[in-house]
């Protein structure tokens, strides 16, 4: 029983049983049921501002300080495990202290290659950054080992919301 298309009466008997009593399409998953409505919780100017202000007196707090230099790390995501203990160290600081015990040719450079690694890197034309060969890969970080400062750095993380 197909009609043409300026009819409206098409064949209902398939969707007929697919849709409800107000010509409404039911879920699958939920036939016959009504959801209800569940309001999210509603939080305050004033609980986001003490929240910020915990926050800031935490970071204030327990901002750990560079083994290296000195200076207080402020972007621990970036901070790098000291070589030879647990405590963490600026990127550049790493960087600075393998450039001076590094003996690097022409055309070599230090470059971070993920994973707690660093490399020696030539480049046979310094002009073109696009070809290079890897000479040399340093450990900086064991792979197995994860510092306690990391682990609480990502269950920071974890709460936030």
Known sequence: MNRDRRSKKRNTSNQSSQNNSQGRRRDENNKGRRQNFKPTPVVSLEQIHEEEAAIRTFKAE?????????????????????????????????????????????????????????????????????????????????????????NDMAELFSHVR
């Not at 002009?127 to 290079?132: A, E, G, I, P």
């Open 62 to 150: 327990n901002q750990p300080v560079c083994a290296l230099c000195g200076k207080p790390i402020t972007d621990l995501a970036s901070a790098m495990q000291e070589r030879g203990g647990g405590d963490p160290i600026h990127f550049e600081c790493a960087m600075e202290q393998l450039s001076s015990s590094e003996k690097l040719d022409e055309g070599d450079k230090i470059a971070y290659i993920g994973q707690g690694r660093f490399a020696v890197l030539n480049y046979p034309n310094i002009r073109d950054v696009r070809t290079f060969s890897i000479k040399k890969i340093i450990e900086w970080e064991d792979r197995n080992e994860k510092p306690v400062w990391r």
